[in-house]
């Protein structure tokens, strides 16, 4: 059995394209983040301006791929308008099995072209398309529809595409695929839009030859086996990760209005239960996956002078919108909620980044640091959904200074306009639904993309409140970098992470095996530390500085389940943290 190692590089300014077989990439990298984040050492030029020609667009998907189930991730690369740094996105839906159908381990889109384009690859056979009918279309539901007329290979093709907030450059903007899945942080729809590219069609016929078929399906069998009777992929295809709103809430983990607090009583409103009992209208699975995670709420409204005419919107939802875009605004109402996220679905927003942007934008309106000359007549308040709607609208195609600043996100919008104490960003990324006590912030400070699905400091947090450990810089910063490289092993496979605990080392080799890779324990060790020490190397070149990581006040003021947190314990544990990573002699335990 061979590896996904043909890398298709395409050239928008010249509408060229190659093959090249990038064997020992995969061979040393596995696939994923470790063979994306090679390719973007190699094809991003040194201090390359993210939104220009030269910052290339990496998807990569990794061996199991096609394989074995929960296998359904696909890994962008870029380099972030957002941050000025590494970016990197996770997507499911079709697209990794797409592309590895197509008979690719990796794509790399370079360049840009001149007028509106979209990207049509079936296996071989690679289009350029005009796309100038299309741009100017905000919806992505109204994007995808288009496409799907134009392409063929219905059932096994993705279509990535970028909604208004991409074309107009928002440095946060998302690409979606696949309607509900999204490559959503980091802003990759904002390097979609300046390449002029408005979408990004897959499809193919390859199949994938098992020579071993006797042990591939008993190892097939034991994955499937488990993430279909797991009690935690239970939780995830019966409510969702909205099963740990009442949980995060209960434990004062949970950000409130722009973390003036933790919990609030109204949550409960909001929560998954009652999104399932009222709302829920399907749930919808990625390729290849037997749990069906995704939770899509059925929005029933009725008609203006029409009686007896009702619209139903279906808005997917999981817990981090219902944070950033619930009980980080004070929204909770159910509707409420689903109407915010439904522009902000239909925009092409990253639904965490502008929660958070929203959020802080609300408290500075409260005090005096804005008003309505830069708002445009708006009042920010708590739980005004139908004002948060408008915002978003706005942000998407700034129409003034204000909203541009918005538009680039809190850290910078803070810069211009004051309240940097509640300016809630790592790594100039906006903060995930945690406030779950120091070991999450280490996270969100020193995992590669500042998001909490790195290094998983939250996780920790609750582990060290249920057994009351004492809290320790040094094993602290272990323990983060131990789970952080070992979820590079996972994003280079390409795996779910919420099948984290069934893809174990065990799992992982067995599968491996499969494909003629036979590695042991510590190769994979050394293999997920090197992975992270190549995604360090391009931020550091690319002006990363972990001595000047900026810690909001706000997060030292509220107070967490374990307790105030210590501003000396967070720089000291990032400072053992960085040393670990950057010293020879670190084992991965």
Known sequence: MSLPSRVL?????????????????????????GVAISLLLENCPENADPLGPDNPIIFAVGPLTGLFPLASKTVAMFKSPHTGNLGESHAGGRSAVAIRSAGYGAIVIKGSSKTPVYLAV?????????????????????????????????????????????????????VTTETYRHFGRLGLGAVFGSKKLKALAVSGHESIKVERKKRYREVYNEIYKAAVESPLMK????IGTASNVLPLNALKGLPVMNL??????????????????????????????????????????????????????????????????????????????????????AMGLDAMSVGVVLAWATEAFEKGLIGEKETLGLEFEWGEHKTYVRAVELISRPPNEFYEALAKGVEY????????????????????????????????????RHS???????SLDQEMLAAETPQ???????????????????????????????????????ALGINGINLNSEDLDRIGLEILRNKFKFKLREGFDPKNLRVPHRILETETPLGLIDEAYLKKSVQQFFTLLQGDNYIHN
């Not at 990439?25 to 696939?31: N, P």
């Not at 799907?148 to 946060?172: D, F, H, K, Q």
């Open 9 to 33: 590089f395409i050239d928008l300014s010249r509408r060229t394209f190659r093959v090249e077989n990038r064997g020992d990439l995969f061979e040393r990298y596995l696939g994923g983040t």
């Open 260 to 345: 003036k607090k933790a919990s609030s009583p109204d949550v409960e409103e909001i929560s998954g239960e009652k999104l399932v009992e009222g709302y829920l209208g399907r749930r919808v699975a990625c390729t290849h996956c037997p749990v069906a995670c995704v939770h899509i709420a059925a929005l029933r409204e009725p008609y203006e002078r029409e009686p007896y005419f009702y619209k139903t919107s279906m808005i997917s939802y999981d817990y981090e919108p219902i944070y950033s875009l619930g009980a980080m605004l004070g929204i909770f109402k159910i509707e409420g909620f689903l109407k915010l996220m439904d522009v902000v679905e």
């Open 235 to 238: 939780k995830y295809h019966d």
């Open 122 to 174: 079936h296996g071989t056979d690679v289009r350029f398309r005009d796309a100038s009918g299309i741009w100017g279309i905000v919806t992505s539901v109204t994007v995808g529809r288009v496409v799907r007329e134009l392409e063929s290979g219905a059932g096994m093709r993705t279509i990535m595409r970028i909604a208004g907030a991409g074309e107009n450059l928002v440095s946060y903007a998302c």
């Open 413 to 448: 919008a803070s810069s211009k306009y004051g309240g940097e104490d509640f300016a809630l960003s790592f790594g100039s990324n906006e903060m995930p639904g945690y406030h779950t006590g120091p070991m999450c912030y280490v996270g969100y400070l020193t995992s590669s």
């Open 452 to 458: 909490h699905l790195d290094s998983a400091g939250y």
């Open 472 to 510: 320790d810089p040094n094993k602290t910063a272990e323990k983060l970098l131990n789970e952080e490289a070992w979820r590079q092993i996972l994003s280079s496979l390409v795996v779910c992470f919420f099948s984290r605990r069934i893809y174990d080392k065990r799992i992982v080799l067995k």
